[in-house]
């Protein structure tokens, strides 16, 4: 069970692993920085800490982004679109974004 | 089977369904507009149409964003995140991207 509020959950179309995608955004250049997956505990706890905070598909667990690497997001807002079925946080990424220590985990493959 | 090029198939992961999730962007504002799904021949029908095209997982078909309402996103670039997990489409969108009628899916709800 999470703590996640109700009226937030019930709005929520989660996959069938229970998981909604999170686009990542920073705040201040625009750049779209990464995309995680949350269940409700996650998104939860990203709602009350103010800090990104995924459910790894391959560890299986809660992984606050930044937590090893100290690049943390402080997510300044949170929505929901249109279906219920992804989420866009919009953040002040603290370093490079993605694990690699690129700015973005889109910038080195470009198909078009 | 696909016509993908079979080297940028050799890139992609995708989920059990066979679909990677496409995060779209407007070129010009930056501002996220939706995300979509992509089997292996919606990501070969974006690339060399130069129109974003997804596979509706509810309708079971391909669908031309803007076929119906006008609403077409011209695509500029396509890229692929460090996990070759995630598409990322930067587009010129015409007109409103979400089919509510808002600039994009994301305007309407906002969490935190």
């Not at 996959?15 to 250049?29: F, W």
């Not at 953040?91 to 700015?103: I, P, S």
């Amino acid at each position: 069970m999470s703590s996640l509020d109700p009226a937030i959950a019930a709005r929520l179309k989660r996959n069938e692993a229970g998981l909604v995608p999170a686009v990542v955004q920073d705040a201040t250049s625009r750049a779209v920085l990464m995309m995680g997956w949350m269940d409700d505990e996650a998104l939860h706890r990203t709602l009350t800490t103010g800090r990104s905070t995924f459910w790894s598909r391959s560890r299986e667990e809660y992984w606050v982004k930044g937590e090893t690497s100290g690049h943390t997001q402080h997510v300044r807002e949170v929505r929901l679109d249109c279906d219920g079925d992804t989420l866009l946080l919009v953040v002040d990424q603290v370093g490079a974004a993605c694990h690699t220590g690129a700015t973005t985990c889109f910038d080195e493959d470009r198909l078009a």
